[in-house]
């Protein structure tokens, strides 16, 4: 190949050209991209900090958001084990309450047994002094004389202060 078949080549000129614009401007280029590709770097560090802080707060926040579930966890059992406690008492409040009723009930039950027993023997005594009362009477019609007749109410009269004794 011929040198002058070379300087008017186009791809030599085209190779020169490139090589003098990455002299000439190299520089310049290399700093403004290492400024970019620096500044990208720094926004890329600023960007991992923010996420390093958010993700601290995050953890910080989930740390926080457990531990108030596990006190509101330890609250809630507590609330439950007091409703626990507190309707046992209840239930043997209501247990004693219903046990105190029946016995009243039944007190009350007996009472009126035993006042409905006094009123019948009371009931069956007029009835049996009535019936000696009407019996007597007749036997007195029937069969006493005067002088057994008198003789009765005296014997009854000197009784009377023991019969009252005994009473």
Do not use: C
Not at 53 to 79: F, G, P, V
């Amino acid at each position: 190949m011929n040198e002058d078949a070379l300087y008017q080549s186009p791809r030599f000129w085209v190779a020169v050209a490139f090589i003098l614009f990455f002299v000439i401007f190299g520089r310049k280029m290399w700093k403004a991209l290492a400024g970019m590709l620096d500044k990208r770097a720094d926004e890329v560090r600023a960007e991992l900090s923010a996420a390093r802080m958010l993700r601290q707060e995050a953890e910080a926040l989930l740390r926080d958001a457990k531990a108030r579930r596990e006190a509101a966890l330890a609250d809630a059992k507590a609330l439950l084990e007091g409703a626990k406690v507190e309707a046992e008492r209840l239930a043997k409040a209501a247990a004693q309450e219903a046990e105190a009723a029946a016995a009243r009930r039944e007190r009350m039950a007996l009472d009126r047994i035993a006042a409905a027993e006094k009123a019948a023997v009371h009931d069956v005594r007029v009835t049996a002094a009535d019936i000696a009362a009407v019996a007597a009477e007749r036997v007195i019609r029937e069969g006493m004389t005067a002088d057994a007749g008198a003789a009765l109410v005296n014997k009854a009269i000197t009784d009377l202060p023991t019969a009252l004794r005994a009473n």
